[in-house]
């Protein structure tokens, strides 16, 4: 099972191709050019127009100028090629587990702004990102924090992850994704609470391990059998924080996922079709 700190991007793919869960690798950056990204931890989240910021399309073709509608104002050049330049240094880890046809992402930025919306975490895994292709490996993410607060891994004991699986069967409660069936997840009442304590109470607080952003992570999603269980952090006084990650595919498993993010969040997503 997964759970460990690996030195590279491509260690950490193997270790969850084969066991599953989660691996963190150091964020392919050094932590000089990691500060630009500083330039705008302070901003107020007025200065952003949207919270979420999604591309999906061609990796090659993705500048961090797709980036440029997320603030009221264009973003820096220092902070956009820098994005572009995680981008392109996480797509060259992975280059020999990549499929030649696997040519786009979903990438996406989230500005989250310091708040009790964590103080209880949010334990999930993610669910499928689309239908299993013809390029039939796992399905992933990499993520972590260029500033604030990294992302809560708990590493799962397998026998444990039946219990967890079970947390389905109690009212409203679902597995994927951590949601309260029907009620918007950023909506703090207290069902919703409730079910994330129910769920909190049985991660061990000394299994868990955090990112950071010196340190990105590499996680299966999409099978409660062998994903990688998480939760966004604490953010009540750790300053605003911005979440990066990446979903490599296929066009056409880029495009299936575009449309079902759009179909369930019209309003919020903005796209950019780059
Ligand atoms: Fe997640």
Do not use: C
């Amino acid at each position: 099972m997964g759970g460990k700190t690996v030195a590279t991007l491509s260690d950490g793919f193997l270790e969850i191709k084969n066991g599953g869960g989660f691996a963190l690798f150091p964020t392919p950056v050094d932590s000089e050019k990691l500060h630009v990204f500083q330039q705008i931890q302070t901003l107020s989240p007025q200065s952003y127009s949207i919270n979420d910021f999604d591309y999906y399309g061609s990796i090659s073709d993705f500048t961090g100028k797709a980036f440029d509608g997320f603030g009221k104002l264009p973003l820096p050049e220092s902070v956009t090629s820098q994005m572009a330049n995680v981008t392109e240094e996480i797509t060259a880890g992975l280059a020999t587990h990549l499929d030649p046809t696997e040519t786009d992402a979903w990438i996406t930025i989230r500005f989250q702004p310091t708040s009790h919306a964590f103080d209880t975490p949010r334990w999930h895994i993610d669910g499928k990102m689309f239908t299993d292709g013809t390029v039939p490996k796992i399905q992933y993410k990499i993520g972590g924090a260029l500033f604030g607060p990294g992302t809560l891994f708990y590493d799962i004991p397998p026998e444990k992850r039946h219990s967890f699986a079970e947390e389905t069967t109690d009212p409203g409660i679902q597995f994927y994704n951590g949601l309260v069936a029907g009620k918007d997840p950023n909506v703090l009442n207290e069902e919703w609470l409730n079910a994330r304590k129910l769920v909190d109470k049985k991660v061990p607080q000394e299994n868990i391990v955090q990112g950071s952003s010196e340190f990105m992570a590499v996680f299966a999603v999409g099978d409660p059998g062998t994903s990688g269980f998480h939760s966004e952090p604490n953010m009540s006084s750790s300053g605003n924080r911005m979440f990066f990650s990446m979903v490599p595919g296929t066009k056409s498993q880029i495009e299936e996922l575009r449309q079902k993010f759009e179909q369930h969040n019209p309003n919020t997503k903005k796209t950019n079709r780059m």
